[in-house]
C-alpha cells in the first residue's frame, strides 16, 4: 500500500478482555515498530521486528503483551486480560532496513479500557 | 543509560524564527532524525542528521554537533500549522532509534 496502515482506528474495551491490533506496513519495508504513546507524552518503544523475527523486545510492558508477525508483512499486537493502563494510543512504523532507517508512521489505534 | 532531552513546551509568534534544542547521550551515535506530531496525528519525518553541519529544508533546518551531543531545529517565518509537537530521535550504535519525549510548539498570532 501506500503508507501504513493500522486498524481499527480506535478500540473501546472492558477490562480483563484481549484486544488485538493490526499493521499493515508499507509493502517492501522489512523493519516494523510498535510503539505506545499516553495523551501528551513521547512514544514509548514496545518492539521491532526484522523480517519475521523480534530481535529486539525489550520494551514490551508485561507478558500480557505479545507481537507476531507473518510473511515479512502484516503484524499484529495483542493485549490480553487489558488494563485501564494500557490505554493508550498504539503507533506502527515501518523502515526499508532497521535502526537508522526513516520510520513511516501508521495512523494508529486509540484504545481505550473501561 | 541513554537519554534524549528536549525542552516540554515552547511558545513562538507567528512570522518569527525558533529554535528547539536537542541533547543527547547513548551508546554510540548513527544519527539523529527530527519529527513532527499534530495533535492527534502520527509523527511525520522532517530531517535526518549524520554529519556535523545544518541541513536546510525550506523554512526548516536542523543542525548536528556530534562532538557536543547537541542538536537543533529552526523553524522560520512561523505559521499557525507549525503549532505541533517536534520530536528528536538518535539511533545508537545498536541501531535502535532513542527518541526524546518531545516539544510541544505553540504559535501565537
Known amino acids: 500500500g501506500a503508507g501504513v496502515s493500522q486498524s481499527p482506528s480506535n478500540k473501546v474495551t472492558e477490562k480483563g478482555k484481549d484486544v488485538e491490533l493490526r499493521c499493515d506496513p508499507i509493502?517492501?519495508?522489512?523493519?516494523l515498530y510498535w510503539y505506545r504513546q499516553s495523551l501528551g507524552q513521547g512514544l514509548e518503544f514496545l518492539i521491532y521486528?526484522?523480517?519475521?523475527?523480534?530481535?529486539?523486545k525489550s520494551g514490551l510492558p508485561s507478558d500480557r503483551f505479545s507481537a507476531e508477525r507473518t510473511g515479512g508483512s502484516v503484524s499484529t499486537l495483542t493485549i490480553q486480560r487489558t488494563q485501564q493502563e494500557d490505554s493508550a494510543v498504539y503507533l506502527c512504523?515501518?523502515?526499508?532496513?532497521?535502526?537508522?532507517?526513516?520510520?513511516?508512521f501508521g495512523p494508529g489505534t486509540r484504545l481505550l479500557v473501561l | 543509560g541513554q537519554n534524549i532531552d528536549q525542552p516540554t513546551e515552547m511558545t513562538a509568534t507567528e512570522g518569527a524564527i525558533v529554535q528547539i534544542n536537542c541533547t543527547y547521550q547513548?551508546?554510540?551515535?548513527?544519527?539523529l532524525f527530527w519529527y513532527q506530531q499534530h495533535a492527534g496525528e502520527a509523527p511525520t519525518f522532517l530531517s535526518y542528521?549524520?554529519l556535523d553541519g545544518l541541513e536546510e529544508k525550506g523554512r526548516f533546518s536542523s543542525f548536528l554537533s556530534r562532538s557536543k551531543g547537541y542538536s537543533y531545529l529552526l523553524l522560520k517565518e512561523l505559521q499557525m500549522k507549525d503549532s505541533a509537537s517536534y520530536l528528536c530521535?538518535?539511533?545508537?550504535?545498536?541501531?535502535?532509534?532513542?527518541w526524546g519525549a518531545g516539544t510541544k510548539l505553540i504559535i501565537k498570532p
Open positions: 512504523a515501518s523502515s526499508l532496513g532497521s535502526g537508522t532507517e526513516t520510520q513511516y
Open positions: 509493502s517492501g519495508h522489512t523493519a
Open positions: 521486528f526484522q523480517g519475521n523475527s523480534a530481535p529486539d
Open positions: 547513548t551508546s554510540g551515535f548513527n544519527g
Open positions: 542528521n549524520v
Open positions: 530521535a538518535v539511533g545508537n550504535s545498536n541501531y535502535q532509534l532513542i
